[in-house]
């Protein structure tokens, strides 16, 4: 039996959220910007990850990461990036709705810095050459780039990140406790195979799918 909440205890309107918490400080409203400023820029240009929020046409939610070497997102002006779409599993989640609606939200990501920066915004999917070009890593050329006109822009806070250590080498899982990707999935799917060595042939051909299709 699914669980379910109880009814009283859901909070359905934003009035009654707002009433649960503190109001917001003078500081958090203001932070927020409507372009990229030299300090968003300057983090922007740092960045090897992001995380990028999408909705369909219905409301289903999605988020996709995306990384690449440090400053992959092209800072085009101080409203606008861009953001190249590398070689994937072709379910092309995230593109078909910002195909379908174009509201997404970015979340970057510095290695080692415990704050994060958040962008908000209206995406397009672009195959301007112009664009593309300066994108290509290995000499492989995106086939298209997520170029997002910026609406909003503000640095959140470290709290998540501490919380979790997510940095701190001794917090630190060992990969070794589930198994490996592919046997997840195969286990999902078709069901993975009893054997050991045919299980590790799968994962070493994996590794070398990484190798070839990374770009």
Known sequence: M???VKPEFVVTSEDALRGLFDAQTPLAIHKSQGFLDKYAQAFIQRSPFICIGTQNRDGRADVSPRGDPVGFVQILDQHTLAIPDRPGNNRLDSLANIVANPSVGLLFIIPGFD???RVNGRASLVTDPAILEPMQVNDRRPKLAIVVRV????????KAFRRSHLWDPEHFQDRRDMPSLSKIILDQTTGAPEDADAMRKIDEDLE????KTLY
């Open 2 to 4: 699914a669980y379910e």
């Open 115 to 117: 704050d994060t920066l």
């Open 208 to 211: 070398v799918e990484y190798k």
């Open 151 to 158: 609406s909003e822009v503000f640095l959140h806070c470290a």
